[in-house]
């Protein structure tokens, strides 16, 4: 039985050929989808993760997504695999060390998936997923006016990517524009990574409902999540909305540290804590103003993402696009 299968995404009766096949793979679902030439998701399969499971469970539930992806009548017309993965990933060891897998610590991901035996011919690439998305959105989304840009994933954790030059840049290891572990407050929180006040303990939704916490919030409903921050910050609340203020603070510094480093032009700002909205995005554009105040860093404009949930797969289908050869400037 297929979990959380859907039909195709996109019904043309003539899609940009050739194709190629993602996955995208974090700590709630394995999804797997077919992508055209263009960006366009023809086709979406998904299935939840055994995330507290064993190493080869996990491994069973992304072999599932590629069975279902190759008995599409498209499959014929895939000619690269992407994948990208929760991190931190190693893509020259072609390793993933997911935070919330336990499980896969230097799993060899991208071997595994080589071998599939639909797969087994084509090339795989493998990356981070907030790289995916940054690729994604370079290609398809609200990077794509951009030579210079920041994409970053506002979730229950806090992923970046770069686009440098208009070239999507991952770094040796695939982890270049990591945002999350940048230390913004020496005293602060301790941050799992090994360091303190990292913009990801400041500015990620866990982080907004644990801020709103210690500061004496109570939700009325017993729901505290950032979900009802932010219901509570749009009713006037004054400590939720001090929780996304500082949330937005932490990610104006990131990204004004950011624009002093690599001079970019723009942020793009997704994930589900994006979707509050200008309760986010409002402090985070007032703060930025006053961090990056260099002629040469000042000036980044603030920009909500458009992919939304496909991302995902669309990213990880852009980073093996340069296979193609479709798109010389990729390489």
Not at 2 to 30: E, H, M, N
Not at 159 to 168: M, P, S
Not at 174 to 179: I, M, R, S, T, V
Not at 222 to 243: F, K, N, Y
Request: a neutral charge; proline letters at 7%.
């Amino acid at each position: 039985m297929s979990y959380g299968a859907t039909p195709a995404v996109d019904q043309r009766p003539s899609p940009a050929l050739p194709l190629l096949a993602a996955l995208d793979v974090g700590g709630t679902k394995i999804a797997g989808g077919l992508v055209d030439a263009d960006g366009v998701l023809l086709h979406r399969v998904q299935r939840p993760t055994p995330a507290r499971e064993g190493a080869g469970t996990v491994l069973a539930a992304v072999r599932q997504v590629l069975d279902e992806l190759a008995g599409h009548p498209l499959w014929a017309c895939v000619r690269a695999v992407g994948i990208g993965s929760a991190g931190p990933v190693d893509i020259e060891a072609g390793t993933v060390s997911p935070v919330n897998i336990p499980a896969w610590r230097a799993f060899p991901l991208r071997d595994e998936v080589a071998v599939h035996p639909a797969v087994w011919e084509l090339p795989v690439v493998l990356g981070g997923d907030a790289v995916a998305m940054a690729a994604a959105e370079h290609w398809r989304g609200a990077a794509r006016p951009y030579r210079n840009a920041l994409c970053l994933v506002v979730s229950t954790g806090i992923g970046a990517g770069l686009i440098i030059d208009g070239r999507l840049h991952a770094g040796r290891t695939g982890n270049a524009g990591h945002l999350g572990h940048i230390s913004v407050d020496f005293g602060g929180r301790p941050c799992p990574c090994g360091s303190h006040g990292c913009v990801e303990g400041l500015a990620s939704g866990t982080a907004i409902a644990r801020t709103a916490a210690e500061s004496g919030w109570r939700p009325a409903g017993g729901d505290a999540s950032a979900a009802a921050v932010a219901v509570a910050a749009r009713a006037g609340d004054p400590i939720a909305l001090h929780a996304f203020d500082r949330a937005g603070r932490a990610l104006a510094a990131g990204i004004a540290a950011t624009a002093t480093l690599v001079e970019i032009e723009a942020a793009i700002v997704g994930g589900g804590v994006a979707r509050a909205g200008d309760l986010l995005l409002g402090p985070l554009r007032r703060h930025l103003d006053a961090y990056a105040t260099l002629p040469f860093a000042a000036g980044v404009v603030v920009v909500p993402a458009e992919l939304g949930t496909d991302a995902g797969l669309v990213g990880a289908a852009a980073l093996a696009r340069p296979v193609l050869r479709l798109d010389p400037a990729a390489h």
